[in-house]
């Protein structure tokens, strides 16, 4: 029997759209109702076609880069809103990690908003009482549980918030990003809880950025982007095709950045220097910007000066897309002397065996004077793609060294 099945879905939304009041809101929801799916004037679709069913107890992930159309399924799940076309049909007690304190009301203390939020989410008085001391003691705010909310942190707000939903004990668990709250502590549990749910036979639909958490929790992943389906399957085979769509977006606003960055701040038009070609090569066959993990690598710099110059010194840098600086080098320091350069030239810089993490970098590079103050060059329009190696598993470090482990 299926928990869960979701039936040729579309679902719209007009950019800008807000309603300030009921009587804006009433005459929206009649119009509505009818199915329609030709998009108006500033409307966009956010689900397009989208169909799937989830079995009795299957934990499904449900990924897709921003705007992809993740949380609008979970609240379309949770009848927070209606589909324009298709069907749903829901089998069992549901409970929504959406919004984790939308049912919240800030001039009320933890306590009362604990019966409050549970009543809303379908629990019954009797339930609440017998479940509220295990709820504050998830929660961590035992100490501030008689206190408004309006006094508490951001973390003990969700923190107390999931708590309550977590402790439903539903049929269907609908989870979007709320793992995230909280410190590392916190979110250890909110996992244990998950697989505690697992283990009653729950059906759970898990929105999640983090890798590990969907690779460890389920099976099945569906790949959104656009708001369509693009792959449906196992955890292994949809994980690298979701990590090339993020690593496309990151290069795309690499190359966004890096162009506005070159506009706002140029070097002067009448520098001494000009870097007119640089090239990646990393051995037979691989090409420029395509990089694997362990390749070796070598950047060739072609360049030409206006006059002499004396001692000049080159830098290199490695920066991924967050602005994190990966490595750098100036030629100064390991020995190697330019000298005296005049007109055409080259520079090639050995950057050894590239253990980077899979994922964007900008490489930058810049000519100095031989006291480092003035800057005769810079370029930081080169990219480097480290291409996604679907045997390792995804990671936020930036090297990945060739490590190994011995017991005895």
């Known amino acids: 029997m299926n928990a869960i099945e979701f039936n040729s879905v579309w679902k719209k939304f007009r950019k800008g759209e807000k309603f300030n009041s009921l009587r804006d809101a009433i005459p929206d929801f009649f119009k509505r109702k009818a199915p329609n799916v030709k998009l108006e004037d500033k409307e966009f679709w956010a689900v397009k076609d989208v169909s799937f069913n989830i079995e009795k107890g299957g934990v499904i ?55 409050l939020n549970a009543t809303i989410l379908g629990m019954r008085k009797k339930e609440i009482d017998d479940k509220f001391e295990d709820i504050v003691e998830f929660s961590g705010v035992r100490e501030f549980i008689d206190t408004p909310v309006k006094r508490y942190s951001s973390g003990m707000y969700s923190r107390l918030g999931f708590s309550v939903a977590a402790h439903m004990d539903p049929d269907i668990l609908l989870v979007d990003e709320v793992l995230a709250v909280g410190d590392m502590a916190f979110r250890a549990k909110c996992a244990q809880k998950i697989r505690e749910l697992l283990g009653s036979g729950a ?52 190359r966004q950045k890096m162009t506005a960055l070159s506009k706002r701040v140029q070097v002067d038009t009448r520098s001494l220097v000009e870097m007119t070609e640089v090239t990646l ?61 005049e007109g055409k030239g080259k520079v090639k810089i050995n950057l050894g065996k590239l253990i980077l993490a899979p994922g964007i970098y900008m490489l930058k590079l810049s000519v100095w004077d031989k006291d480092m103050i003035h800057a005769y060059a810079v370029r930081n329009k080169d990219v480097i793609r480290v291409e996604t190696d679907t045997g390792r598993r995804q990671t936020e470090a930036v090297f990945l060294p060739d490590i190994t482990w011995e017991f005895k």
């Open 281 to 341: 090569s990393a051995g037979k066959g691989k090409s420029k910007e395509k990089i694997e993990i362990g390749d070796t690598v070598e950047v060739a710099l072609d360049y030409e000066t206006r006059e002499k110059i004396d001692d000049p010194i080159f830098t290199v840098a490695i920066i991924r897309a967050d602005g994190v600086l990966c490595c750098s080098s100036r030629s100064d320091e390991t020995g190697a002397k330019a000298g005296t350069i």
């Open 203 to 254: 059906t759970i639909v898990l929105v999640s950025h983090q890798l590990d958490m969907i690779q460890s929790l389920c099976k099945r992943v569906l790949l959104l982007q656009n708001g369509e389906v693009i792959r449906d399957g196992n955890v292994e085979d949809v994980i690298p095709h979701y990590q090339n769509i993020v690593s496309k977006e990151s290069e795309d606003a690499l």
């Open 61 to 115: 992930g449900i990924m897709g880069p921003n705007g992809a159309g993740k949380s609008t399924i979970l609240k379309l799940l949770s009848r927070i809103i209606v589909p324009n076309k298709g069907s749903m049909k829901i089998n069992g007690r549901l409970s929504a990690l959406i919004e984790v304190t939308a049912g919240f009301h800030p001039e009320l203390t933890g306590r009362e908003n604990v019966y």
